[in-house]
T-cell receptor, first 117, second 113 residues
Framework: DAGVIQSPRHEVTEMGQEVTLRCKPI?????LFWYRQTMMRGLELLIYFNNNVPIDDSGMPEDRFSAKMPNASFSTLKIQPSEPRDSAVYFC???????????????FGSGTQLSVL | GENVEQHPSTLSVQEGDSAVIKCTYS??????FPWYKQELGKRPQLIIDIRSNVGEKKDQRIAVTLNKTAKHFSLHITETQPEDSAVYFC????????????FGTGTSLTVIP
């Protein structure tokens, strides 16, 4: 398995533009997570899907952020409009777990380095 | 929700010395505590974990300790090597929430040859 695949690896955009980050989880995994990494705040959980359903989006910073998981093999994180303070590394991770069940290992993607100018 | 604090934010040690990273958590219901290592420009990867029913776990040069009463846990790396240089993250979670971990802010460890 190729692991969790994220695209693009790097994204540079101007303030106000729409940004879409993409993630393909490991085949068979039923849980998907979006994290944002910054120096100041470390790894912040933005949203968590289980069986394609958003379970907890309390970490999404504001309405400019949205995430979807239309099927078990694809998820997107969208920022519209983007702002310079959104600049960070965004990680997608997947695991074989379920609500009420537990599997401890998170598999992270390579991340998307987002720079908003 | 859970609040995980991690110290120090940066740590430099001489090769061969030990390194200790400490974390505290706020939610007494948390019962699973993983540690992730992130090398420069790479993704975080699980290196060791501990559950609340044990106080210590060891894997070669790495050990974790947990004090549930005080709500703190630590990562110990002995006989450090240059390849141990990385950012280390602690996390805390509850088993009934799947992998909804709350991470600390990370410790940048530098092992000086």
């Amino acid at each position: 398995d190729a692991g969790v695949i994220q695209s693009p690896r790097h994204e540079v955009t101007e303030m106000g533009q729409e940004v879409t980050l993409r993630c393909k989880p490991i085949s068979g995994h039923n849980s998907l997570f979006w994290y944002r990494q910054t120096m100041m705040r470390g790894l912040e959980l933005l949203i968590y899907f289980n069986n394609n359903v958003p379970i907890d989006d309390s970490g999404m910073p504001e309405d400019r952020f949205s995430a979807k998981m239309p099927n078990a093999s694809f998820s997107t994180l969208k920022i519209q409009p983007s702002e310079p303070r959104d600049s960070a590394v965004y990680f997608c991770a997947s695991s074989l777990a379920g609500q009420g069940a537990f599997n401890e290992k998170l598999f992270f993607g390579s991340g998307t380095q987002l720079s908003v100018l | 929700g859970e609040n995980v604090e991690q110290h120090p934010s940066t740590l430099s040690v001489q090769e061969g010395d030990s390194a200790v990273i400490k974390c505290t958590y706020s939610d007494s219901a948390s019962n699973y505590f993983p540690w992730y290592k992130q090398e420069l420009g790479k993704r975080p990867q699980l290196i060791i974990d501990i559950r609340s029913n044990v106080g210590e776990k060891k894997d070669q040069r790495i050990a974790v300790t947990l004090n549930k009463t005080a709500k703190h846990f630590s990562l110990h790396i002995t006989e450090t090597q240059p390849e141990d240089s990385a950012v280390y993250f602690c996390a805390a979670g509850k088993t009934n929430t799947g992998n909804q971990f709350y991470f600390g802010t990370g410790t940048s460890l530098t092992v000086i040859p």
